[in-house]
């Protein structure tokens, strides 16, 4: 998946884009950050389902799947149409999803999985990563 300078917001070789401007990308990433989430968007790759069957699927409860589903509406991963009494759940862009959850796996590939690793973000990593220390800066014991 290449995109071009004007495809990610850049005006040229050798911009730099300011963190302001890359804060949309960072919301998207924080989005699909949950193992949950990206269960779900997995099972959604293979067409609609009902919260029903992503609880069958997944074996977490209701509430649990209900409340991931509404973090991934918000981010506008998926939408919902009625159906009877229950909602049916899509991906809202599958063609675009599956290529950076694709491109997500061959970078983990390509690192040797490094970022399971990273004592900030990795899976055995505290729930809130300590924020960055500056030289100036002690941090606290």
Do not use: W
């Not at 959604?44 to 209701?62: C, K, N, P, S, Y």
């Amino acid at each position: 998946m290449t995109m071009t300078p004007e495809e990610n917001g850049e005006t040229g070789e050798g911009t730099v884009l300011a963190p302001d401007a890359l804060a949309p990308t960072a919301a998207l990433f924080r989005g699909l950050s949950d193992p949950t989430r990206l269960a779900i968007l997995h099972h959604l790759t293979f067409g609609e389902h009902r919260v029903r069957d992503l609880t069958d699927h997944l074996g977490l409860a209701q509430s649990t799947i209900s409340a991931h589903l509404s973090c991934l509406r918000d981010c506008g991963l998926v939408t919902s149409r009625p159906r009877g009494r229950a909602s049916l759940f899509s991906l809202t862009s599958a063609p675009e999803l599956l290529d950076v959850l694709t491109a997500a796996k061959r970078l983990l590939h390509s690192t040797g999985d490094a970022p399971a690793l990273c004592p900030n973000y990795g899976v055995d990593a505290p729930t809130r990563p300590a924020p960055p220390t500056s030289p100036d800066t002690e941090r606290p014991t």
